[in-house]
C-alpha cells in the first residue's frame, strides 16, 4: 500500500478498519527513509528498532510521527544538530512527546535542524544540509528544515518543528505542506532545547490543516511544569471541518507586507488567494501595520539576549565534546570548548547577545526593544479590532539555492521579516497551500508560495477553520514533488 500521499487522518483510518496495520506503515516509512534520505538529508537519527505494537484505538493507533532534534526524547540523541550536544542522550521526554506518547504516536527518527534551530536554510547545522524535495540544490527553509522536507518528500505522515522567529511558517511554505505555530504558551516548552525563551512555540508540519488539529489536540495542554504554560486545555469543535465557505469573516490584507522587494511570483499568488477568498465570501479589509518595520531589528536584539543567556549552560562538559586544546585554567577550558563546539551563527548570536545586555548598551538596545515589542503587540490588537484574521505572504522569496546566502547572514534575516511580527507578538500562524511560482533564478524552477494566516492570540480553532476552508478550495495540497513518486 501507498501511504506517502495520505494524510494522518487517513493512514490512522486505514488501520483502524483492519486496511493495513501499524507494522505495515512503518516499514512503508522506515523502507522510504533508507530509499530517499541519502538525498534529502532530513534525518540526524532513525531509530530503526523503535517500533511498538500498541492498542489501535488510541487517538494516533501508534502511526509514527517525526521529531525535531530539538525536542527531548527518551534515550534517543537529541543534538540540536550541534557538536555542542553530539552525543547526548536524555533521559526523559519533553511534554508535548509525552502527550503524544499517551495518545499513540510511535517515533521513528530525529530531523535535521539549524544549530540550535538559528537560521531559515538548515544549513547552520554541523552535521548535514538538508535538500528541498521540490528543488534538490535548493535549501528546504529553517531552521526545522529536516521536520519540512521530511514530510514533503513522504518519509513521514507528519512532523514536530519549533517556531521562534518562523521556522515552522517558513520551512512549511518553502516544502509545500502544512506548518501550524500555535499562540505562545499552548504547547509546552518542557524539555524542548530553548533558543529564546520568550518566543519559542512547538508546532507541527502536516499533509492537511485537519491533520494539524488533530496533533494540536493532544499536543497542547497545561504544563505545571512550565511557567509560561497557558491554563486549561483547548479542544477544537470538530464542526469547523465541515464549513465550506468563509461568509462573515473579515480578512485583513496589510499593506506593509505586500510592499517592493516581495518577488513578483509571490506577489502574484498572494493576490490571487486574495481572490479565492472573496470567492468564498470572505470581506478583504486593507489594513495597516506600522510597526512591521522594527520586528526584524527588534528581534535581532531581544532573540539573542535570550539565546545567549540559554546556551550559557553549554561549556562541553558534562556532554558533547571536551577540547583538546591547551588550557591554563577552567576558564580556558569553557573557552575552547565553547570556540569549537558551537558553530559560526551561534558564536554570533551569543555575542550579540552579551553585547545588547551588557550594563551600558541595556537601556539602548534590550530595555528599547522590549518596548518596541510592546508596540508591534499593539498594532496587531488594533488590526484585530476591524479584521477577524489576517494574511500574507509567508516568506517574500520562494526557496533559493543551498549556499546563496550563506555569507550574508543580513539577507537572510531579512527573509523572516513576514513571519516574526507574530512570533513577537505571540500570535498563532498557519501556512497553507496557495500556488506556485518561479524561482527567479537561471534555473527557473517552480516551487511552493504558501498563504500565512494569523488570528488573535488563543484563536486557533478560528485560525483552523478559515485555514481549512481556504486549503480545500484549492487543488495545491494534494501535489508532491516528483522525484519522490514510487
Ligand atoms: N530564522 C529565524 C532565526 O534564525 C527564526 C528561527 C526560529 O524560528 N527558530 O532566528
Known amino acids: 500500500m501507498n501511504f506517502k500521499d495520505l494524510s494522518l487522518e487517513e493512514i490512522i483510518a486505514k488501520i483502524k478498519s483492519g486496511e493495513t496495520s501499524q507494522k505495515e506503515v512503518w516499514d512503508y516509512f522506515a523502507n522510504r527513509i533508507k530509499k530517499y534520505d541519502e538525498k534529502v538529508q532530513a534525518y540526524n537519527f532513525v531509530n ?3 517500533f511498538i505494537e500498541a492498542d489501535i484505538n488510541s487517538p494516533l493507533a501508534w502511526v509514527s510521527v517525526w521529531v525535531k532534534d530539538i525536542f527531548c526524547e527518551k534515550w534517543i540523541p537529541t543534538t540540536c544538530a550541534s557538536k ?6 536524555p533521559p526523559y521526554d519533553s511534554t508535548v512527546i509525552k502527550n503524544l506518547k499517551t495518545a499513540g504516536m510511535n517515533s521513528l527518527g530525529k530531523l535535521n535542524m539549524d544549530e540550535f534551530a538559528m537560521g531559515s536554510t538548515s544549513e547552520s547545522s554541523a552535521f548535514r544540509k538538508t535538500k528541498n524535495p521540490w528543488g534538490i540544490n535548493r535549501i ?4 526545522s528544515g529536516g521536520s519540512a522536507a521530511a514530510v514533503a518528500a513522504g518519509l513521514a505522515p507528519a512532523s514536530l518543528g519549533t517556531d521562534t522567529g518562523g521556522s515552522i511558517r517558513q520551512p512549511a511554505s518553502m516544502c509545500g505542506i502544512v506548518g501550524f505555530k500555535p ?18 512555540c512547538p508546532g507541527t508540519f502536516t499533509k492537511t490543516v485537519k491533520d494539524a488539529g488533530l496533533l494540536y489536540d493532544i499536543m497542547n495542554w497545561y504544563d505545571e511544569k512550565e511557567d509560561t504554560s497557558i491554563e486549561g486545555k483547548q479542544t477544537i469543535n470538530p464542526s469547523i471541518w465541515d464549513k465550506k465557505d468563509l461568509k462573515w469573516y473579515k480578512i485583513g490584507l496589510p499593506k506593509e507586507y505586500m510592499e517592493e522587494w516581495l518577488d513578483e511570483g509571490v506577489r502574484k499568488v498572494i493576490l490571487e488567494s486574495v481572490e479565492k477568498m ?9 489594513i495597516s501595520l ?11 536584539i ?8 540559554n546556551l550559557a549552560r553549554y561549556d562541553g562538559i558534562r556532554y558533547g565534546h571536551n577540547s583538546t586544546l591547551p588550557h591554563e585554567n577552567l576558564e580556558e577550558v569553557y573557552q575552547n570548548n565553547r570556540w569549537e563546539w558551537f558553530g559560526d551563527e551561534a558564536q554570533r548570536r551569543i555575542i550579540l547577545g552579551s553585547y545588547v545586555l551588557s550594563a551600558w548598551f541595556y537601556d539602548a538596545y534590550y530595555k528599547k526593544a522590549s518596548q518596541v515589542r510592546t508596540l508591534i503587540r499593539e498594532d496587531f490588537d488594533k488590526a484585530f479590532t476591524q479584521v477577524d484574521a489576517i494574511i500574507s505572504p509567508v516568506s517574500p522569496n520562494v526557496a533559493w539555492k543551498i549556499g546563496e546566502k550563506i555569507d550574508d547572514p543580513l539577507k537572510m534575516y531579512l527573509s523572516d521579516a513576514y513571519t516574526i511580527p507574530a512570533s513577537l507578538a505571540g500570535l498563532p500562524g498557519i501556512s497553507v497551500p496557495a500556488g506556485f511560482a518561479i524561482s527567479e533564478d537561471a534555473e527557473k524552477e517552480e516551487l511552493p508560495v504558501w498563504l500565512h494566516i494569523l488570528t488573535p492570540q488563543f484563536e486557533e480553532e478560528r485560525l483552523l477553520e478559515i485555514a481549512h476552508v481556504f486549503e480545500t478550495s484549492t487543488p495545491y495540497s494534494k501535489i508532491s514533488p516528483k522525484w519522490f513518486e514510487d
Open 140 to 143: 528546504p527553509g529553517g531552521s
Open 84 to 89: 555542542m550536544l553530539e552525543n547526548f542522550v
Open 290 to 300: 506600522p510597526m512591521t518595520k522594527y520586528a526584524i531589528a527588534t528581534y535581532y
Open 302 to 309: 531581544l532573540m539573542p539576549a535570550e539565546v545567549s543567556t
Open 183 to 200: 499562540s505562545y504558551g499552548r504547547n509546552s516548552r518542557f524539555w524542548v532545547m530553548a533558543m529564546a525563551s520568550s518566543l519559542d
Open 278 to 286: 472573496k470567492e468564498l465570501w470572505a470581506e478583504i479589509v486593507d
Open 48 to 50: 530503526e528498532n523503535g
